[in-house]
């Protein structure tokens, strides 16, 4: 064990980091039921769909299960992948995922990432489709009526439908991964400013006059629904029905006005026996009979607009939600009458009651999401889905977190219910606890903060910026904690701002970094690094000058004609000497010489353009010939680049994650497809790959004072460790990969980084090292033992890390090996600057918050 030691904190909350408000939130869709024979349904359990959030600045994050595929519980729910960069300047209005080729998929699948079309508005009349490989937008279309107010594919994949500005609903056709215009409807006085599908209905087939009913005919169009009608939400109080086949308005529903004014429809929806549900801008929840178009209930379920609502898997209970901040559950409840009372023949009725509601955010609320999704279809065709499973309840807004919340419905409660995010046992949305997913601190769940320690400053990247500012150096003094403070000189400031930037940029910012020495800044969006010399004048101040060229010597460089010279990640080696590059769209890992006049690029990998095969998002080491794999160790040649083979075609991925070892010998670089490669930096050359894990790597890193010894954290808190230089995970890590304390794996927040003090004389005991790992509501110190291989056994460890089952203090040998503390949050950036001396960035939701406008608030006692 070794003598705990004391840290001086710098705790910086001057950092005007501010995320952007969510705006649109999307699951994919279920593929629909075969109509052919007898309806059948499966109760199979379905894996975690992806979660698409929109953001008010443009930028769409992807975020993934945590968990395994099959795992039904995980603490940190849904964690950020990959960012898609806005263009700037624009917005995220509305966000629809469809199925790409609806057929391949059987109704008990749940489609990857890459099975998916994702497609977005964001005010104005073109409509965007996004290349969530290569993080750009793929193609665009016009309206061709103006401003879209609104968009929802149909239950088929097949058809996008757009209400526009002009009063006309535009349909797209995407099937067979196209994008063209379908038809459009007639028009009408009005915005579009909600619509909803009607639920599909089986496809009859007509059999023609010469085939007689021993011959077989196409079957193909047979199986498959059409599409009956639709219904919109406009801006002149009023709900329309419309009908698929003329493209004209079957009836027309009247909504309540104050005054004369007009009320607007803000959010429509429909359930699968044609109820139709509508929320409006005077707080009203209505329920409409869909063959007549005549109210059934209505309720004051909301004092201020109400902008958006979700319907449960099972199509019995409507959350809604809005401006008050409240989100509100209605149930459908069997009623029977006085006549029917001990009638057991008699079938019951039913009708919708408001059953509860709750206010879990502190601002406008924009968007509401279910998983599983709902699917209006027929009751014989209606999708079944575990009880004994809690459905997920995904809402976001102007405070910028996405909270989700169990959602089981009160009759489900005969079984012991699941919940999936760990929060409590209760699983019903009246009594569950909520969680509020971490605001993002960067683009794809990569820290906008950095810190160099040589030079001591703290930078921050903005959607278009960049701001930079030092900490000066203070004598410290100390006090009864295990912490010091820097109280003594008032006369030297806590931090100054030495540059503030503002870019011309196509797309907002996706990576940056400084040098350690404080002379370089690379800083890049989609389609351009920009690099910057950095020079200090005599008032402390940095004065950047952009190295023009830089672009066109990268372009000579790269081995195809690229459209784009942008970088998903960036990095400096610790002597300032080299950059690494790693390109958005083309996957080239490209290195960097910054020591002569001007910067020249020294070798260019390709390894992550995965001419290898992929097998279940796996990697497999070697190429599939006629479906077998022929295993190789080309990877590990020094000519491997040239000895592929160039007709084998290569997929695009995002290299996000990549770490310099403290020697500058080795770089380590992570795709968002689980492929992590090593390359020698000396020598230029590729050293090994890591086998493929199940989730792609949260972070990389290496310890100073082991620069060989790689660590990687993973989405759900669990670790790996990993010998470069030997090409093997060492044993002494086994055990503690395995015997992670529950705290740390199954903290709500995933581990976003790591650091190390650094080495000095006083630490002479290399082999016992403190790591300091950290997300964004904690920071965990975990003891490493590079000496031994075998260490505490396994009840042992359970003994010393589980200290909420004894009845007795931890030991000071527990304390030493792990302890967790969680009085900084929200964290954007946790590093040493020097030995005892560390930076704690935080950036309280308080401060975010009174950035905003005031949240809506009505008196309601005591009012004059």
Request: glycine residues 6%; aromatic residues 8%; proline residues 6%.
């Amino acid at each position: 064990m070794i003598e705990p030691s004391t840290v001086s904190v710098h705790r910086c909350r001057f950092v005007d980091y501010t995320p952007s408000a969510i705006t649109a939130l999307a699951f994919p869709p279920l593929v629909l039921p075969s109509t052919k024979g007898k309806a059948t349904t499966s109760r199979k359990q379905l894996r975690f769909g992806t979660l698409a959030v929109g953001h008010a600045n443009g930028n769409i994050d992807l975020c993934e299960w945590a968990g395994g595929d099959h795992d039904l519980q995980s603490s940190q729910a849904w964690v950020i992948r990959k960012t898609l960069p806005g263009l700037h300047p624009s917005k995220v209005d509305s966000l629809t995922l469809v199925i790409r080729y609806p057929d391949d998929f059987t109704p008990n699948d749940v489609p990857a990432c890459a099975d998916l079309r994702l497609f977005s508005s964001g005010g104005g009349s073109e409509l965007l489709e996004w290349d969530m490989a290569r993080s750009s937008v793929r193609r665009t279309i016009s309206s061709q009526g103006g401003s879209i107010w609104c968009m929802a594919a149909n239950a088929s994949s097949d058809l996008l439908a757009l209400g526009c500005e002009d009063g006309t609903i535009r349909l797209i056709s995407i099937k067979n991964d196209t994008l063209t215009h379908y038809r459009r409807f007639d028009r009408v006085k009005c915005r579009v400013l909600s619509i909803a599908w009607g639920p599909p209905r089986p496809r009859q087939r007509t059999k023609p006059d010469f085939i007689h009913d021993n011959e077989s005919s196409d079957e193909d169009d047979s199986d498959g629904w059409d599409d009956i009608w639709l219904v919109t939400g406009g801006s002149d109080s009023s709900i329309r029905k419309w009908d698929f086949k003329t493209g004209r308005v079957v009836d027309r529903m009247g909504t309540d006005k104050i005054r004369g004014e007009r009320t607007l429809v803000w959010t429509v929806g429909v359930l699968g026996d044609g109820t139709i549900v509508s929320g409006d801008s005077l707080g009203m929840v209505k329920f409409w009979e869909s063959r007549t178009c005549t109210l059934l209930q209505s309720f004051q379920g909301h004092s201020a607009d109400v902008l958006c609502l979700t319907i449960s898997p099972e199509g019995k209970s409507v959350m809604t939600s809005g401006v008050d901040q409240k989100t509100v559950q209605f149930s459908l409840v069997k009623t029977v009458t006085s006549e029917q009372w001990g009638n057991s023949s008699s079938s019951s009725s039913s009708r919708w009651v408001q059953s509860c509601s709750r206010r879990m955010h502190s601002h406008d609320v924009r968007a509401l999401a279910t998983w599983p999704p709902y699917t209006p279809l027929p009751v014989p065709y209606k999708a079944q889905f575990l009880m004994d499973v809690a459905p997920i309840i995904a809402s976001g807004g102007l405070d910028m977190s996405v909270v989700l919340t169990p959602a089981a419905l009160p009759s489900t409660t005969i079984v012991k219910i699941i919940n999936p995010l760990l929060t409590s046992t209760h699983c019903t949305f009246e009594d569950s606890y909520h969680r509020r997913l971490a605001y993002t601190i960067g683009p794809s769940c990569t820290s906008a903060v950095q810190v160099t320690r040589s030079t001591r400053l703290v930078y921050c990247l903005h959607d278009t910026g960049l701001s930079i500012w030092r900490i000066p150096l203070k004598s410290l003094s100390t006090v009864n904690d295990d912490t010091r403070t820097l109280p003594n000189d008032t006369n030297t400031p806590d931090w100054v701002k030495v540059l503030e930037m503002e870019l011309n940029v196509h797309t907002n910012l996706i990576a940056s970094r400084i040098s350690d020495d404080g002379r370089w800044l690379a800083i890049s969006d989609l389609y351009e690094v920009k690099l910057f010399s950095l020079k200090t004048d005599g008032d402390g101040q940095l004065n950047p000058k952009r190295i023009r060229d830089f672009s066109s010597i990268l372009r000579a460089q790269l081995p195809e004609p690229i459209v784009s010279t942008g970088a998903t990640a960036l990095r400096f080696t610790p002597d300032s000497s080299k950059l690494v590059i790693s390109t958005t769209m083309t996957s080239y890992i490209v290195i960097i010489d910054l020591s002569g006049e001007r910067p020249r690029v020294l070798r260019t990998f390709d390894h992550h353009r995965m001419p290898d095969s992929i097998i279940r998002n796996r990697l497999v080491k070697g190429r599939v010939i006629n479906n077998d794999i022929e295993m190789g160790d080309d990877l590990t040649k020094e000519d491997d680049n040239q000895d592929r083979d160039p007709t084998v075609a290569s997929e695009v991925v995002s290299v996000t994650r990549m770490s310099v070892s403290p020697d500058g010998q080795w770089l380590v670089t992570s795709d968002d497809r689980a492929q992590t490669h090593v390359y020698n930096l000396d020598s230029l050359q590729h050293h090994s790959v890591l086998p493929s894990f199940v989730k792609p790597a949260q972070f990389l890193s290496f310890d100073p004072a082991h620069p060989s010894i790689l660590i990687m954290a993973f989405p759900d808190n669990t670790l790996q460790f990993y010998n470069v230089e030997s090409r093997q995970f060492p044993p002494w890590a086994k055990e503690l990969c395995d015997n992670l304390p529950k705290r740390f794996t199954h903290a709500h927040d995933p581990v976003l980084g790591v650091t190390f003090e650094p080495v000095t004389s006083a630490h002479p005991k290399l082999n016992m090292r403190h790591a300091l790992f950290w997300g964004s509501t904690w920071m965990c110190k975990i003891l490493l033992n590079y000496s031994t291989s075998g260490g505490h056994t396994k009840k042992r460890r359970r003994e010393t890390t589980n200290t909420s089952a004894l009845p007795l203090p931890p030991t000071e040998e527990a304390a030493a090996e792990f302890k967790m503390i969680t009085h900084y949050r929200p964290i954007l950036f946790v590093d040493f600057l020097n030995s005892g001396e560390l930076v704690v960035v935080e950036r309280p939701l308080v401060d975010v918050l009174s950035t905003l406008p005031p949240a809506y608030f009505k008196q309601k006692y005591g009012a004059s």
